[in-house]
Each structure stands twice: as structure tokens, then as C-alpha cells.
């Protein structure tokens, strides 16, 4: 506040005015920025949420489906018939005696083909013992279907009839070309016949390891598979169909694999139960859009996915699809094992895999539905939609979301463009401001510039432009500069006239220590001259004259005895009219102040016997003159005089007391000093105080005309009765 208080009109003008319109700007474009964030994050939002209630009803459709062609499926009389004629094969084989050479050729299988692969995605190292087949049909439908299927692992379904002349082989035969275009056209991963009371696995599309073993006391007893099975067991009503999560599934090399199953009647007879295992890519495809995430509106980085209430995944990361070593470095950065990562590399799927622990799953799982701004599973802000899935036996949630800064992208274009417009808005504004603040602030300089003459003295006059407020301002401005040169005029006509009273009063250069404010002045002068004369006939001046006429002779004798004593450098002292004292060396040092007092003290005589001619008057003067300290100063508060006391003014004005007329008599100093230069006679001693003083008589008589001669010859004949009388005046003035 100090620094702003400092600034000139113009700039504070220039500053509110550049604050008012910045701030103006920036509360603007907060609340544009503001809205069009709130607008976009709302549709954002609207979107994903359209987009996972779209994906959750087509995931929940497929769901539906699958169920009812399982369960049309279970229905369908080939089925029946092939299951009943599957149990009876298998169950004959069960009487087959397999030769050695078969088991270790199905060893050999496993150890050289199928632990290799499963043992890249499991922990541990598989063995034999663990998943050797042990019943004879199970031994015998590996050896001829699995170990000594010519086709390569993964394609073992295309071997449509073992030549082995069994019962089996001509069941097979005759169904396995249906079953495994079925599962083809409907895109299931495999399809099973399963025994109902053994749990047998008695045909399989894919001919994977489980083919022919028991879901209730062989190797894969605690597969998801089996637990299937053990639902639909305990459950066999008709119709009833069941589903198992996802699991690592060790057939299919622990892929993560869910299973669809439900029981297979002829007439009121369960005959066996069929599963199916579902597909994974069908799911995917549904929630990536055949991954064309950008044509469903989920631009560069937005995703639909599942997750189950274990909070993994049940579904593919777009992530892993599209940029798969750019997501396992992000999943590394965070903290994910280097083991799942190899799995997840390996499997290439991000299902049972990848943890998503975040606020929207565990809302979703929770049986909430909402959106919010979060973290996903790769500790990335996000835009997240979420909702449960309605799923018979599972527990799953969907989310579909989108990367933050990619959702607010235009919103940062438009922070980027409400900056540089606010930085090209705030230059314009300073031109501006710069150009209405001089505008403003013009007719002020001028009244600055017009002040400024004002203390010349100078008479001014502001030019009035205008309506406004400042011409209003400038209209009282010429008012007041007028009354102020009036009042500076008078002023300095009181100044002069004060100058010229102080003048008449004091000293110049007590005047002018007085007028810069000296309060006090008082001093002590070490030497000084001093004359003290008295005017005898000044009631000459005012008989047989009028007022005017007196006064006229009367300034007329004063201004003749000032300008004399200006003249020879003397100083005069206020005192009554018929005294008059002057001093030489009171505020000027004068060396020869003696010798000027002198000619002052003749001088005086001359020009008074001058004036008497002129207007016929009869005034004389008697002069004392002595040299001493004196004391100085300026006596009163309200009404002052300036003073000159001490012993020498007391013994000049003794002195003056003393003299005959048109006389000056002097101290024995002032004579010893001047006594080679002029006339002196011994005068009369009389006592002072406690010392006899010694005077002198410098005499200079000017006769004009007999009858003056006759009154100087008259008054120095009386010389005695006047000095007599002086005596009396003398001793009067100590008295007093």
C-alpha cells in the first residue's frame, strides 16, 4: 500500500485500471473455463456412461443367450443321443487292457509337450504322477486322441476317427464334426460330455488333457470345470443351467477359462451333463468393439472392462492390445511383479492378472453405480463410469473409462487460448489504460504547471474544456489563483510596508534575523559610538503654520538628520522627538566610528543652521558624544522595541544634557582618539557614579545673520545658568 501511495495519479490510474480489467478477464475466464470443464467432464461422463450401460447390456444379453442355447442344447435329442451313446463307449472302454507302451507314450507327451508350456505359466515344476490319467478308457482315449494324434498341440480336434476299430472311435466319428462346428459357429472355446454320476469327461471338441479323466476324483478335480459339474449335480433340475467364474485352467496351459454347464435329460433321466467353455474373445469383442474403441466415442485411451469381486480383471486391457510393452512398463513402474508381468506376456491376457483395487471397483462391486474422477488400475487419473453387472452366479462390475487429460484436452486448448487472449487483451488494455490515464491526468499537469507559475508571482488562467468534473475543478482553480495573486500582491504590499516600519524601527540586520525568526535577540557590543542630541525650538515648527505645513517641515528635519547619519554610517535609535540618538558600530564594525560620529555630530550643526534659514526657524542642538560597550536587543513579546542600553548611552545622553546649544561635547576617550584631528576644549569634570569624568567642547558655530549671531552671543553668555540648568536636568534624568 505504501509503494502504491508513492505513485503518480497517472500510474495509479494506469494500475486500476490494468487490475479492474485483468481482474475482470480472469474472473471471466475462470468461470468460462470453469463452465466449459463442468460441461465437458458432465458429457464425458453421459458419455461413458452410455457407452458401459450399452456395453453392460450386450455383455448381460450375451450372457442370456448363452445360457439358453446351453440350455437348448441340453434339450436337443442328437445331444441326448450322443451323450447316452458316448457313456456307453467310454464305459466299455473302461474294460480295455492298454499296453505299457501307450502309457509312456502318453508320458512322453506330457513331459515333452504339455508340462513345457504349462510350466512356463505356473509355479513349480509339473509332474507325471500329478496328472497321469488313470482310469483305461481315460488311458486309452489320450494314447489314440491326444499323444498319438498326428496333428500339432492346438489342433488335435481335427482328427475326426481314430483307427482303432472301437465302438468309441464310430461315436465319435459321427458326432465330432457337428460338435466341433458348433462350437466354431458360436465361438465357444471348447465343448464337453461329462458322465452325470462319474464325472467323467467322455468327449471334449479340443482333446485337451482333461479328456477322459474324472471331475471328481482326478487331476483336475478342483478345477473350475469340476466345480460346474458339482453344481449342476447338486442342482439337477431341469433347465437349471450354471456358471463358474473365470480360473486358471491347467489344460489350457492355466488360460484363465469360465465354464457354462447345465444337465442333459432323456425323458425324466439325467443322462450326463453337458459344458461349454466360454469365450473369452466373444467378451471381448463385445466390450473393445471388435476394438474400435475411438468409433464407440473412447478416443485415444477409453475403455470398457470387467471386474470380478476379487478385483481382477475379467476382461482384456485395451492397453495390453494395443501398446502391450508401453503397459507392462507402466505396470512395472508401479510396482507389479516381474512374474505376473511374464504371464501376462506369455498368456497375453490381462484376465485373473491384473489388479484393479480402485475406488470405482470397489463401488461397483459393492452394488453401486456412479461416476467419478479417479485412479485406474495403471495410477492414471481417469474419468471413470461404473455399475454392477446382473449376472446369475457371478459377481462382476463394469467400468468404462477414460484417461483425464485426454477428457480434458479441449479444455486445456481453451485454457491455452484464454491465456494468450488474456496476454494480447492485457497489452491493449495497457495501450489504453497509458492513453485515457495522460488524457485524464492532462488537464491536472496543466494545473500543476499553472501552481507552479502561481509561486512566481505570475497571474494565471487554466484553459476550461469540458462539462466535467475537471472542468468544474479547473473553473475553481482559476478562482482561487486569482484570489491567491490578490492575496499575494497584498501580501507583498504588507511585506514592503513591514520592511519599511522594521526599517524605521531596527537595525537592517536585526530586521532581517528578526524576519527569519529569530525569537530572541539579544547581545553584547564590546565597542560602539554613541550621539546623543537635543533639538531645542521644535515649537518654532508648529507656531503661525497649519497641520500640513508643520508636518511638512517637520519630515523634512527628520529625513535631513537620517540621511545625514546614513551617510556617515550611523545607526538611529527610536526616541522621543526632541532627542535624537545615534550609534556607529552597532551592527557593522566601524574602525574610525569616532571620526564619523564627529563629522555626523558637525554636520548636524550645519544643516540645522541650514534649516533655520530656510524656514525661519530657531532650533539648535546639544550633542554628547562617548565611546563604550553598550547591550542590545529586542524588548517585548506582543509589541517590541529594539533597545540600546548600558552605561555609554546613559553617559552620552548625560553629556547631551550638558552641552550649550549648537555645542558637542565629548568623553576624554573619544578626545584621545580624535584629538590630532580636531579642536578641543576642556570642558567641565563632574561625577559619575564612583570616577570624575573629564569632557570636552568641540564648538562649530555657523552665524547666518546678525540676529542668530546675537542669540549665540546671548546663549554663551548665559553659559553658566545653562550649564547650571543641564546640572538639574542631569541629576533628574539619574533620579529617574
Known amino acids: 500500500m505504501f509503494a502504491f501511495n508513492r505513485l503518480s495519479i497517472q500510474s495509479k490510474i494506469q494500475a486500476l485500471l490494468l487490475i479492474v480489467c485483468l481482474v475482470s478477464i480472469l474472473v471471466i475466464s475462470f468461470l468460462s473455463w470453469s463452465w466449459a470443464r463442468a460441461e465437458l467432464k458432465q458429457n464425458i461422463f453421459d458419455h461413458l456412461t452410455s457407452v458401459r450401460a450399452s456395453k453392460a447390456y450386450q455383455v448381460e444379453s450375451y450372457f442370456r443367450t448363452l445360457e439358453h442355447h446351453v440350455e437348448t442344447l441340453c434339450e436337443d435329442q442328437m445331444v441326448v443321443r450322443a451323450m447316452q451313446q458316448f457313456n456307453q463307449a467310454y464305459d466299455r472302454l473302461n474294460t480295455t487292457v492298454i499296453p505299457d507302451k501307450w502309457d509312456t507314450d502318453i508320458q512322453t507327451y506330457y513331459e515333452t509337450e504339455f508340462f513345457p508350456r504349462l510350466a512356463k505359466n505356473v509355479a513349480g515344476i509339473p509332474g507325471f504322477a500329478t496328472y497321469n490319467p488313470e482310469t483305461a478308457a481315460a488311458r486309452y482315449l489320450q494314447y489314440f486322441y491326444v499323444a498319438h494324434n498326428a496333428y500339432p498341440v492346438g489342433e488335435k480336434d481335427a482328427l475326426m476317427q481314430a483307427e482303432d476299430d472301437s465302438e468309441y472311435s464310430r461315436v465319435h466319428a459321427q458326432y465330432h464334426a457337428l460338435f466341433r462346428n458348433l462350437i466354431k459357429q458360436f465361438g465357444y472355446y471348447d465343448f464337453f460330455l461329462i458322465d452325470a454320476k462319474a464325472g467323467e469327461i467322455v468327449y471334449s471338441v479340443y482333446k485337451e488333457t482333461d479328456f477322459g479323466t474324472s471331475l471328481l476324483d482326478g487331476p483336475y478335480r478342483r478345477s473350475n470345470l469340476a466345480a460346474v459339474v458339482a453344481e449342476v449335480r447338486d442342482n439337477p433340475d431341469r433347465g437349471a443351467i450354471q456358471i463358474v467364474d473365470f480360473k486358471s485352467y491347467r489344460p489350457s496351459y492355466a488360460a484363465p477359462a469360465a465354464f457354462i454347464a447345465g444337465p442333459i435329460y432323456d425323458g425324466a433321466q439325467m443322462v450326463g451333463i453337458l459344458a461349454v467353455q466360454m469365450p473369452v474373445n466373444e467378451i471381448n469383442a463385445v466390450l ?241 559610538t554613541v550621539l546623543c542630541a537635543e533639538v531645542k525650538g521644535l515649537s518654532d515648527l508648529t507656531q503661525n503654520r497649519d497641520i500640513w505645513a508643520s508636518s511638512d517641515a517637520m519630515n523634512e528635519f527628520v529625513d535631513m538628520v537620517n540621511t545625514a547619519a546614513e551617510r556617515y554610517g550611523l545607526e538611529k535609535l527610536p526616541t522621543l522627538s526632541d532627542r535624537y540618538v545615534a550609534v556607529c558600530g552597532l551592527t557593522k564594525p566601524r574602525l574610525d566610528q569616532e571620526n564619523r560620529t564627529l563629522e555626523f555630530a558637525l554636520k548636524l550643526i550645519d544643516q540645522v543652521q541650514d534649516f533655520n534659514r530656510r524656514h525661519t526657524t530657531r532650533l539648535s542642538l546639544t550633542i554628547g558624544i562617548h565611546s563604550g560597550p553598550v547591550m542590545t536587543g529586542i524588548i517585548g513579546t506582543r509589541w517590541f522595541t529594539y533597545e540600546v542600553w548600558g552605561e555609554t548611552i546613559a553617559i552620552a545622553t548625560a553629556l547631551s544634557h550638558q552641552a550649550v546649544a549648537n555645542s558637542i561635547l565629548v568623553t576624554q576617550t573619544v578626545r584621545d582618539r580624535l584629538q590630532d584631528f580636531y579642536d578641543f576644549h576642556m570642558g567641565q569634570s563632574w561625577e559619575w557614579s564612583d570616577r570624575t569624568l573629564t569632557t570636552w567642547c568641540c564648538n562649530k558655530q555657523v552665524i547666518s545673520d546678525p540676529k542668530s549671531n546675537l542669540d549665540a552671543q546671548s546663549n554663551f553668555s548665559s553659559e553658566f545658568e545653562q550649564e547650571q540648568l543641564n546640572r538639574l536636568n542631569y541629576d533628574n534624568f539619574k533620579n529617574n
Open 288 to 528: 473393445t468393439g471388435n476394438q474400435h474403441w475411438q468409433q464407440d466415442g473412447l478416443g485415444e485411451t477409453g475403455e470398457t472392462y470387467l471386474v470380478g469381486a476379487d478385483f481382477l480383471m475379467r476382461s482384456l486391457s485395451r492397453f495390453l492390445i494395443e501398446e502391450p510393452e508401453a503397459y507392462l512398463a507402466t505396470l512395472r513402474r508401479i510396482g507389479t511383479s516381474e512374474a505376473k508381468l511374464r504371464l501376462m506376456q506369455q498368456l497375453n491376457t490381462s484376465i485373473l492378472l491384473q489388479k484393479v483395487d480402485t475406488e470405482a471397483a470397489h463401488a461397483a462391486i459393492g452394488g453401486k453405480e456412479g461416476t467419478q474422477i479417479t485412479q485406474d488400475y495403471r495410477g492414471v487419473q481417469v474419468l471413470s463410469s461404473y455399475a454392477p453387472l446382473h449376472l446369475p452366479s457371478v459377481e462382476w462390475a463394469i467400468l468404462s473409462e477414460m484417461d483425464l487429460t485426454e477428457a480434458f484436452r479441449p479444455v486445456y486448448t481453451l485454457q491455452g487460448y484464454l491465456f494468450v487472449t488474456t496476454v494480447l487483451l492485457i497489452l491493449v488494455i495497457t495501450w489504453i489504460a497509458i492513453a485515457v490515464a495522460a488524457n485524464f491526468v492532462k488537464p491536472i499537469k496543466v494545473m500543476i504547471a499553472a501552481a507552479s507559475q502561481i509561486e512566481t508571482g505570475q497571474s494565471v488562467e487554466v484553459p476550461l474544456q469540458g462539462q466535467d468534473e475537471l472542468s468544474e475543478l479547473a473553473h475553481q482553480f482559476n478562482q482561487i489563483a486569482q484570489r491567491l495573486h490578490q492575496q499575494t500582491e497584498l501580501v507583498h504590499l504588507k511585506e514592503r510596508e513591514n520592511h519599511v516600519l522594521l526599517a524605521n524601527l531596527l537595525p537592517q540586520t536585526i530586521a532581517e534575523r528578526l524576519k527569519k525568526g529569530e525569537s530572541k535577540i539579544a547581545e553584547a557590543i564590546a565597542q560602539v
